[in-house]
Nanobody
Framework: VQLQASGGGMVQAGGSLRLSCAAS????????MNWHRQAPGKQRELVAG???????NYADSVKGRFTISRDNAKNTVYLQMNNLKPEDTAVYYC??????????????WGQGTQVTVSS
């Protein structure tokens, strides 16, 4: 299973970006999908998560501004980021937990996409 993230970029404070992350491979089922971020000099932190049933959770710092969603038919998770702030600047990583028919339970990470918010 592999994850491919896209949608990062540079935006001014107050702007919006939408990140996407698509899973590919064969014979797998994606369970929870999450977005994490890591700013320079800081630890990686969980930003938002969504279960296969659509239950969501958010870090306090992004509640009311970010929305996580998923398209199970496309094995894709999205992160809509509104009212961006300079402190949202970070590399954003998607992560997914999956199972296979073997059965194998695993976790996979995407390659990271840079989000830069200027003041």
């Amino acid at each position: 299973v592999q994850l491919q993230a896209s949608g990062g970029g540079m935006v001014q404070a107050g702007g919006s970006l939408r990140l996407s992350c698509a899973a590919s491979g064969s014979r797998f089922r994606i369970n929870d999908m999450n977005w994490h971020r890591q700013a320079p000099g800081k630890q990686r932190e969980l930003v938002a998560g969504i279960s296969s049933g659509g239950n969501t959770n958010y870090a306090d710092s992004v509640k009311g501004r970010f929305t996580i969603s998923r398209d199970n038919a496309k094995n894709t998770v999205y992160l809509q980021m509104n009212n961006l702030k300079p402190e949202d600047t970070a590399v954003y990583y998607c992560e997914a937990d999956y199972t296979t028919p073997d059965p194998v339970v695993g976790r996979v990470w995407g390659q990271g996409t840079q989000v830069t918010v200027s003041s």
